[in-house]
């Protein structure tokens, strides 16, 4: 059975999509995982060679740490859940993840301050499109005050 995908990062907008994706899942009796990328593209840039191995850890650690809490939530509405961790840049490590396996749909949450635009400018609607162009899945975003 294809499964709901929370991507998950730190803030109020991922709290509030993964309560909506436990609630979604479990009405749907799908399987539900959350997905955490570690974003190697800002070590590219602005972290001196030295330190990217350090500072890649530290991400990876917090995304660990982010999963776990999302876990608990699943588990605390008696919903089973896995949880999966990537490193690369985020848009093509999550486009790959919904690719290589059997998924339904991708939820996102936006973050805290941006607000649904009708013409569809903001970046987290722009990125939703790109996702859902490359992949084919349909992506469902998560505003904090929707929750």
């Known amino acids: 059975m294809s499964g709901i995908v929370c991507a998950t990062r730190g803030g109020e907008g991922s709290r509030a999509v993964q309560e909506a994706a436990i609630q979604r899942a ?58 999966r961790i990537r490193q690369g840049h985020v848009r093509q490590e999550i486009g790959r993840f919904l690719m290589e396996n059997d998924v339904s749909l991708l939820m996102l949450g936006a973050p805290r301050g941006t607000t649904a635009n009708v013409f569809g400018d903001d970046a987290i609607e722009q990125f939703a499109e790109t996702i859902q162009k490359e992949t084919h899945i349909p992506v469902n975003i998560v505003r904090p005050d929707q929750s």
């Open 26 to 83: 479990k009405a749907e009796a799908r399987p539900l995982i959350f997905l955490y990328v570690a974003d190697t593209h800002s070590l590219d840039k602005d972290v001196v060679k030295e330190l990217q191995t350090a500072v890649l850890a530290e991400l990876t650690w917090m995304g660990e740490t982010l999963l776990r809490m999302a876990q608990r939530r699943a588990d605390a509405a008696q919903l089973p859940s896995e949880v």
